[in-house]
C-alpha cells in the first residue's frame, strides 16, 4: 500500500486518499486548455512531420508529436534569427551557445550585454518601443558574479516563443542596432 499525506476528512482510500483537499480546477481548465491548444498546433502546423511520427504513434498521440516538431523547429528558427542579428551588431557580448552547430541545443532565450549600455538602460529603452525583455540575475547570482556582471547590472534576456514572429525578431535587432549605432 501506497501511503498518502491526506486530510482528515478525505476518504482512506484511492483516489480520493491522494486529494489534499479541493481540486484545482483551474488547474484541469488549463491542462485541458493547453492539451486543445496543442492539438490545434499538430493539426496546422504538423503535417511536415508526419513521417517522423507515423510508424510509431497514432491519434492524438501523433498529433501532439507532430505539434511539439512543429514548435522545436519554429523556435529553432526564432533562435538562429536571434543569434544571427546580435551578432552582428558590434558591442554586444552573447553568453551561452552561438554557433549554428549549437542552436539545437538551446531554446531561443538569449543573454547578452551591449557596450555603452547597462542591461536596465536596454531594457527601459526597448520597453518604450513595446519590446519587452528583462533584464538583471535571473536568480542566478552565483553565475553574473562570476562571470563579473553582478555590479553592472546582470544580463538582458530576450526569450521568443513559437508565437512571436520573425518580423518581432527582425524589431528588436533593429533597435538594438539603433541603440548600438549612437
Known amino acids: 500500500r501506497l501511503p498518502a499525506y491526506r486530510v482528515r476528512p478525505a476518504p482512506a482510500d484511492p483516489p480520493g486518499k491522494f486529494e489534499t483537499g479541493t481540486g484545482n480546477f483551474e488547474g484541469y481548465a488549463g491542462v485541458l486548455g493547453a492539451l486543445e491548444y496543442f492539438e490545434w498546433l499538430g493539426q496546422n502546423y504538423g503535417k511536415d512531420f508526419l513521417e517522423l511520427y507515423a510508424g510509431e504513434y497514432t491519434g492524438r498521440r501523433l498529433i501532439f508529436k507532430q505539434a511539439m516538431a512543429a514548435v522545436r523547429a519554429y523556435e529553432t528558427e526564432l533562435s538562429r534569427a536571434i543569434l ?3 551578432s552582428q551588431i558590434s558591442g554586444v557580448h552573447i553568453y551561452g551557445p552561438t554557433t549554428p552547430d549549437q ?3 538551446r531554446v531561443p532565450t538569449v543573454s547578452f550585454t551591449m557596450d555603452g549600455y547597462s542591461p536596465q538602460e536596454i531594457a527601459r529603452r526597448l520597453d518604450q518601443r513595446g519590446i519587452f525583455v528583462w533584464n538583471g540575475n535571473f536568480y542566478a547570482l552565483a553565475v553574473t558574479t562570476r562571470l563579473g556582471l553582478e555590479d553592472k547590472g546582470g544580463l538582458l534576456r530576450v526569450g521568443a516563443t513559437h508565437y512571436n514572429s520573425l518580423d ?11 541603440m548600438a549605432s549612437k
Do not use: F, S
Open 103 to 105: 542552436v539545437d541545443h
Open 168 to 178: 518581432e525578431i527582425a524589431q528588436l535587432i533593429t533597435a538594438l542596432e539603433q
Open 84 to 86: 544571427e542579428g546580435l
